[in-house]
Structures are given as structure tokens and as C-alpha cells.
């Protein structure tokens, strides 16, 4: 994936620019999370390193609760599960208490002073996913340090097909 956005961009020449939509486990920086023990990298730490923080702009989704269209195991039939309500010490329970429907943080300096920089659960919803192991979907993460932005929705629906 970092691959190809290199190459697009030496494609369409030094001042180009692009959007990337990714998961989250591929957009959010690796570094400041439970990847980097076992040396995993991911396009938005790799897109960091290789273009400059500056260059770079990093948003994740969130949601405390909802629905979502994904297979309970690789090559599993796609199917609409429920997402169960987050877990506490997770930043989706945090954003919960705010009482919002849906909100969304760009995280500044102050965000990334030292005494914000705390370890919390950041639900990891994808393509493959089981409600039963919810509870294992959340990644050890320093948010702010993560992402440069995080959205928030309290409840999803899950996205269909437009055409089969």
C-alpha cells in the first residue's frame, strides 16, 4: 500500500497530493501502538518517516457501538454483526461520556505533552471480525500520537452494496 502512494506521487510529480482511506490498524501510526513489539510498520508511520510529520495528516474512526458488515474469519461470508458497546479504558468509552452523537478531535502540542501520552484501548474494527472477541479488538494505543485527528460516532450502521 505505501508502495503504490509512492509511486503515485512520483507520478503526478513534487507538489502532488493525495487522500488515502485505510483502516485504522493501517492509517494510524504503528509506532505508538502494540504493533511496533513485534516491528510491524504500516503506511502512516511509514508515510511519516519517508514524507515528513508536516506532509502528513492522519485521521481515525471510532465508534462506541453500531453496526458493522465484515466476515467473522478470512474468507468467511460477509454478514451484518453488531458492534457491542466499548470497553472501559478505551478512548471510545471515554469519548462516550461526553454524551455527543458524534464529534471529532485534531490533536495539537498540548494534545502531545507528556502528561496526555496514556496507553488506552482503540477498537480495531475490519473486513474481519467476531463481536463474540470484541474485548480483543481494542490496540494498546497513545492516541494523539497516533493520529493527527480522530472521529467519533457513538452508534454506526453498517455499509451495504449499492449493486450485487
Same mark, same amino acid.
Given at each position: 500500500?505505501?508502495?503504490? #502512494?509512492?509511486?503515485? =506521487?512520483? =507520478?503526478? @510529480?513534487? &507538489?502532488?497530493?493525495?487522500?488515502?482511506?485505510?483502516?485504522?490498524?493501517? %492509517?494510524?501510526?504503528?509506532?505508538?501502538? !502494540?504493533?511496533?513489539?513485534?516491528?510491524?510498520?504500516? %503506511?502512516?508511520?511509514?508515510?511519516?518517516?519517508? =514524507?515528513? !510529520?508536516?506532509? #502528513?495528516?492522519? %485521521?481515525?474512526?471510532?465508534?462506541?457501538?453500531?453496526? #458493522?458488515?465484515? @466476515?467473522?474469519?478470512? @474468507?468467511?461470508?460477509?454478514?451484518?454483526?453488531?458492534? +457491542? +458497546?466499548?470497553?472501559?479504558?478505551? %478512548?471510545?468509552?471515554?469519548?462516550?461520556?461526553?454524551?455527543?452523537?458524534?464529534?471529532?478531535?485534531?490533536?495539537?502540542?498540548?494534545?502531545?505533552?507528556? /502528561?496526555?501520552? /496514556?496507553?488506552?484501548?482503540?477498537? $480495531?474494527?475490519?473486513?474481519?471480525?467476531? +463481536? /463474540?472477541?470484541?474485548?480483543?479488538?481494542?490496540?494498546?494505543?497513545?492516541?494523539?500520537?497516533?493520529?493527527?485527528? =480522530?472521529?467519533?460516532?457513538?452508534?454506526?450502521? $453498517?455499509? &451495504? $452494496?449499492?449493486?450485487?
Amino acid at each position: 500500500m505505501h508502495g503504490t #502512494v509512492n509511486e503515485l =506521487l512520483t =507520478l503526478y @510529480g513534487e &507538489h502532488s497530493k493525495g487522500i488515502i482511506w485505510a483502516h485504522n490498524t493501517h %492509517i494510524g501510526d504503528a509506532e505508538y501502538t !502494540n504493533m511496533r513489539r513485534s516491528g510491524e510498520k504500516n %503506511i502512516g508511520q511509514l508515510s511519516r518517516a519517508d =514524507l515528513g !510529520n508536516e506532509n #502528513v495528516f492522519l %485521521i481515525g474512526f471510532t465508534t462506541y457501538e453500531g453496526k #458493522v458488515i465484515a @466476515g467473522s474469519k478470512w @474468507g468467511a461470508k460477509m454478514q451484518e454483526m453488531t458492534i +457491542p +458497546p466499548a470497553v472501559p479504558n478505551s %478512548i471510545e468509552y471515554e469519548l462516550n461520556t461526553l454524551g455527543l452523537e458524534k464529534m471529532y478531535i485534531i490533536f495539537d502540542q498540548e494534545d502531545r505533552t507528556e /502528561k496526555n501520552l /496514556k496507553i488506552t484501548g482503540n477498537r $480495531a474494527v475490519g473486513v474481519v471480525y467476531n +463481536p /463474540k472477541w470484541d474485548q480483543r479488538q481494542f490496540v494498546p494505543t497513545i492516541v494523539p500520537m497516533r493520529y493527527d485527528a =480522530l472521529f467519533f460516532f457513538k452508534r454506526t450502521t $453498517a455499509v &451495504h $452494496a449499492l449493486k450485487r
